[in-house]
């Protein structure tokens, strides 16, 4: 069975930088679509980023490519996050999540994922 495991989260000054982990385990062979995701209690939750393991562009639903850069370290099976610049309006619980390339994906969105970790709280104070 496939988990997911962030982390890296923490607090941070405005203007700070962090970078999140995700680790997965009982991967079977084949590419993954993948991604990040952050929600803010008592708001829906908002894709960050998301990537195809298999090769292709980072998808930024939010235009926020200028400051989170999503990498994918195929020998750890390691996700990442760099996020850079960061502002209070950051401050979420951020999700990896994941799905086989075998199955159909609907672009960078909640909806496509079925594979979820279980968040790393991230706040950026100004």
């Known amino acids: 069975q496939v988990q997911l495991v962030e982390s890296g989260g923490g607090s941070v000054q405005a203007g700070g930088s962090l970078r999140l982990s995700c680790a997965s385990s009982?991967?079977?062979?084949?590419?993954?679509?993948m991604g990040w995701f952050r929600q803010v209690a008592g708001k829906e939750r908002e894709a960050v980023v998301c990537?195809?393991?298999?090769?292709?562009?980072?998808e930024y639903p939010d235009s926020e490519k200028d400051r989170f850069t999503i990498s994918h370290d195929k020998d750890k099976n390691i996700l990442y996050l760099q996020m850079n610049n960061l502002k209070p309006e950051d401050t979420a619980v951020y999700y990896c999540?994941?799905?086989?390339?075998?199955?159909?994906?609907?672009?960078?969105?909640?909806?496509?994922?079925?594979?979820w970790g279980q968040g790393t709280q991230v706040t950026v104070s100004s």
């Open positions: 999540a994941a799905r086989s390339g075998e199955r159909p994906y609907y672009g960078c969105r909640g909806s496509s994922f079925d594979l």
């Open positions: 009982g991967y079977t062979h084949g590419p993954w679509w």
């Open positions: 990537i195809f393991s298999g090769g292709s562009n980072p």
